[in-house]
């Protein structure tokens, strides 16, 4: 058995229905696909705070409210690492710079264009793809 920290991810969602998408590689599988912002929950750190801390890192957007949207296990069985997710509507650009070890290109994509790019693999990561299609089965 695993426990791994907690992790917190956020969708940021603009009023055209687009989600902010991050292109990363993943040196453990040497794949690069699309991924919400999110990490580690730091010790007595609230998740929300996490999450609209790691969006203002790895986006340069930091969220004015976020909404719970649901906690989930991403490889229960083996493996204990609890994921909170939450959404945000209100972001706002507080930087045009990020750490460069965290980002490579940020995108605005349409959420009607998640399933396709799920069913392609282009998005990494049960986080990102939980979140993403419950935001689409909720729209």
Do not use: C
């Not at 801390?53 to 957007?61: I, L, N, V």
């Amino acid at each position: 058995m695993v426990r791994l920290q907690r992790v917190a991810l956020v969708a940021l969602v603009n009023d055209a229905d687009e989600v902010l998408l991050l292109w990363k590689h993943r040196f453990v599988t040497d794949e690069w696909g699309w991924e919400l912002p999110g990490g580690i929950v730091d010790p007595d750190e609230d998740a929300s705070a996490a999450a609209v801390r790691e969006a203002r890192e790895e986006t340069g957007w930091e969220p004015q409210s976020t909404e719970f949207l649901l906690s989930f296990q991403p490889a229960i069985g083996m493996v204990d690492s609890p994921h909170e997710v939450f959404m945000s509507r209100d972001a706002i650009q507080v930087s045009t710079t990020t750490d460069s070890e965290e980002t490579g290109i940020r995108r605005w994509t349409p959420l009607s264009e998640v399933l396709a790019m799920a069913s392609s693999g282009q998005i990494l990561g049960a986080g990102s793809l939980v979140t993403l299609l419950y935001l689409l089965a909720r729209s």
